[in-house]
């Protein structure tokens, strides 16, 4: 009796210790003044290649730890996740601007059944999704979402938390998710990294690497002196150079109500970038068909 009342203990203990860090599968959770579940030591991606539709075609080549396109320059669309809001008329500007790769940076959501949602609805955009998982968002209720979702889908769905590098041609960018030394991570199960973490990816990018972050904050990250970053947080990060191309760039989100950006109020949109050797050069929001047509003035 007693070694059955030992395991239903223990087995219940074991169930509510995977639960605090997300399911576990052996990535550790970190204590201190702000726990985090250390997301960048995730075992790596399945390798594979996935077919890209639009002009040339072709195909992306999946590692374990990089994700290649042979194209150079990559057009990229980035943003902020926006759960439950309508993607459909973006979608179809998106789709004029021949992106080659969608990049969801943090606020994936926290329920299983709203980040499905949101995950299906951006891929069937059409490009391949890049997913960074940010510090606001349930690593438990992601990896529930993702499991749920058809081959074709997971095939195009990218996890930043698995990979190291993206390569288009020439150029590399390291992929950083979650929140530095755990600040602003929204609870204990939530992706955070330290510096060592961090020197981890950044070995095998440039001296003066290029990022793709959720946060740009903390001592380590700032010190890395990236020569080029999207970011999308904190807003106050933000540092283009006067012709408004390599730099820091924070997005917003994708959809949804304007949000507040640091220097005033913003309409929510995707940022498109072009990425090759040169770094990330910004070309423009992406904005829904309504917003971008004419509209006649009122009479006087």
């Known amino acids: ?37 250390a997301c960048l030591l995730e075992k790596g991606e399945e390798p594979r290649s996935v077919p890209l539709e639009g002009e040339g075609g ?17 057009r990229i669309a980035a943003f902020r996740g926006a759960a439950g809001a309508n993607l459909g008329e973006i ?12 990049v969801l940076i943090g606020s994936a959501g926290r329920e299983r059944e709203a980040i499905r949602a949101q995950l299906e609805a ?10 960074l998982a940010g510090g606001d968002d349930s690593l438990t209720e992601l990896d529930r979402a993702i499991g749920s979702l058809g081959g074709d889908e997971k095939a195009r769905l990218l996890d930043g938390r698995r990979l190291h590098l993206l390569r288009a041609g020439d150029a590399r960018v390291a992929l950083i998710p979650g929140a530095p030394e755990g600040r602003f991570a929204y609870d204990d199960s939530a992706c955070g990294y330290d510096a060592s973490d961090l020197r981890a990816r950044l070995r095998a990018a440039d001296p003066e690497p290029l990022i793709i972050a959720w946060s740009f904050a903390g001592e380590a990250l700032e010190e890395s002196a990236p020569r080029g970053g999207i970011f999308a947080f904190p807003a106050e990060a933000e540092k283009k150079d006067e012709e408004g191309g390599e730099g820091i760039f924070t ?3 994708i959809a949804g109500d304007p949000y507040f950006s640091g220097t005033g109020y913003r309409a929510p949109a995707p940022s498109l970038f072009s990425l090759s050797e040169r770094g990330f050069v910004f070309i423009g929001e992406i904005m829904p068909r309504a917003d971008a047509r004419m509209v006649p003035p009122a009479k006087p």
């Open 58 to 74: 072709g195909t992306l080549e999946v590692e374990e730890r990089e994700a290649r396109f042979a194209k150079s320059p990559l």
């Open 91 to 102: 979608a179809a500007s998106i789709r004029e601007e021949r992106v080659d790769l969608l």
């Open 122 to 131: 951006l891929l069937a955009i059409g490009p391949p999704l890049l997913i």
């Open 251 to 253: 997005v917003g989100p």
């Open 1 to 37: 009796m007693r070694s059955w009342v030992f395991l239903l203990l223990f087995s219940a203990a074991s169930l509510a210790g995977c639960a605090r860090c997300g399911g576990c599968g052996g990535v550790p959770a970190r204590d201190g003044a702000f726990p985090y579940r």
